[in-house]
């Protein structure tokens, strides 16, 4: 046995209860004889949920079934892109037992986001996708759902748990949907009769919880947000070729933007929400957690304003921001797109031509791009 198993191994012995740094335990079991009332512990866990600001709480078994078909086919079809960890922790997100020893079931949890109403914006503008206009969801959500844990231990006892909101490979959409918190969109995303402006997030557990039912899918013969994607990137139902996704191209590409999908970005600089804005069940939204609120005027900034900022301002502004995580480059990059695609105006020219010389290879071939675009639109009769 290895070093350190042989000293995890002693000190379980010891009854040791270790935390993990990202929410949740080690060592600490339920016990499987014990005579807890489930569907009672079950309600008690929807309530305490509630009051610490979920939407919607649900239990699945921790079995995706076939959903890892669908995975793997994914994969194997290279819809992944650069997404390399999609690929390499495919077996982990495929059996949570891997992820966490002794999990049985998933407890899905559900937060609005929605931080408000508008739909329009100017082309000078940036688009920014609603859920990264405030705090970054990942750490807020967590932290919920270990006090969620801490609730839940008050009545049972030490357990095993660990939790998660898009933070390791856990096949968030699939427990969410089984868990009846709403079905599968054909833009893949999970949606309920009360949209789908909503992040995901769950706790791992050995407690043997009854799973709920999940409730039928409503899509119907709907096919709106097929033809709303700007890139086609859903490119079946329940199928989305990531390589072709704005979200994907702006956020998870490290690399150029492939030309041909520049001019269909518009001005979307982080992330997209098309396939969400045309969803005929988001007109039953309702207005998020006030967490999400936009800071710095994300909402409706302007790109020429975005493209000045400094690595400095970039990162001093969007801390505790998502889109901070993408790194001033690909900041610079992803505005330059959008700036091409602005109209032609002196203030878009003068912006572009600022970052002409910029150190970054990158940043300077999407410039050039940039401008070229400017100067056809120009020739035009
Ligand atoms: C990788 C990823 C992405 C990738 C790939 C998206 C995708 N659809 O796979 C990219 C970067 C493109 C992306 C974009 C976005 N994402 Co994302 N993403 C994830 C992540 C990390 C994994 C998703 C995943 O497993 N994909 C793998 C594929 C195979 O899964 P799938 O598309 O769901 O496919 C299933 C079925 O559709 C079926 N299937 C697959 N192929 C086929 C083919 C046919 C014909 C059929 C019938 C079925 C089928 O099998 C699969 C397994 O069940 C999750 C977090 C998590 N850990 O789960 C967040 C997550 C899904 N994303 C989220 C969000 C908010 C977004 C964006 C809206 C962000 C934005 N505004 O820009 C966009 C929406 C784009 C879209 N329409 O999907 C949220 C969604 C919340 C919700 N309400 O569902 C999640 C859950 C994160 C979170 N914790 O809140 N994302
Ligand atoms: S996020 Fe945008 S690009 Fe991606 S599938 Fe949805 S509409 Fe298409
Ligand atoms: S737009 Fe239509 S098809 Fe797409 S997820 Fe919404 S209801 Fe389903």
Not at 94 to 101: E, N, S, T, V, Y
Not at 242 to 271: D, H, M, V, W
Not at 278 to 304: I, K, M, V, Y
Request: net charge neutral; aromatic share 8%.
């Amino acid at each position: 046995m290895q070093q350190w198993r042989q000293h995890f191994a002693q000190a379980l012995g010891r009854g040791f209860v270790g935390q993990l740094k990202n929410g949740g335990n080690i060592g600490a079991m339920h016990d499987q004889n014990s005579t807890v009332d489930y569907a009672a512990l079950k309600e008690k866990i929807r309530e305490a949920g509630k009051n610490l600001g979920f939407a919607a709480i649900g239990v699945a078994r921790a079995e995706p079934g076939q959903a890892v078909e669908g995975l793997r086919q994914w994969l194997s079809e290279g819809c992944h892109g650069e997404m390399d960890y999609m690929a390499r922790h495919a077996d982990l997100r495929a059996k949570p037992q891997l992820l966490h020893p002794g999990t049985l079931t998933a407890i899905s949890a559900a937060v609005d986001y929605l931080p408000h109403l508008k739909t329009t914006e100017q082309p000078e503008q940036a688009a920014i996708s609603r859920y990264a206009q405030g705090r970054d969801y990942h750490k807020l959500i967590r932290n919920r759902l270990q006090k969620l844990a801490d609730a839940i231990s008050e009545i049972v006892g030490p357990f095993g748990y660990r939790v998660f909101s898009d933070s390791a490979p856990v096949m968030e959409v699939e427990f969410a949907s089984q868990a009846g918190l709403g079905w599968r969109g054909k833009h893949t995303l999970l949606l309920s009769k009360q949209g789908s402006w909503r992040f995901l997030g769950e706790i791992y557990t050995d407690l043997p919880l009854t799973p709920d039912v999940p409730i039928e899918e409503h899509c119907g013969s709907c096919t709106a947000c097929l033809d709303a994607c700007p890139t086609q990137a859903i490119v079946a139902p329940y199928k989305v070729d990531a390589r072709r996704c704005i979200s994907y191209l702006t956020i998870e590409l490290s690399g150029a933007i492939p030309e041909e999908f520049r001019p269909l970005i518009g001005n979307r600089i982080y992330g997209c929400d098309d396939c969400q804005l045309c969803c005929p069940w988001n007109r039953f939204a309702q207005l998020g957690d006030p967490e999400f609120a936009p800071r710095h005027g994300l909402d409706s900034a302007g790109l020429s304003d975005l493209f000045a900022w400094t690595e400095q301002e970039f990162n001093d502004r969007l801390a505790g921001n998502p889109i901070r995580r993408i790194g001033h480059e690909r900041w610079l990059r992803n505005i330059a797109v959008a700036l091409g695609n602005a109209p032609d105006s002196g203030g878009t020219r003068d912006a572009l031509a600022s970052r002409a010389d910029h150190p970054s290879a990158l940043v300077r071939e999407h410039v050039g791009w940039a401008m070229r675009q400017g100067m056809s639109s120009k020739d035009c009769p």
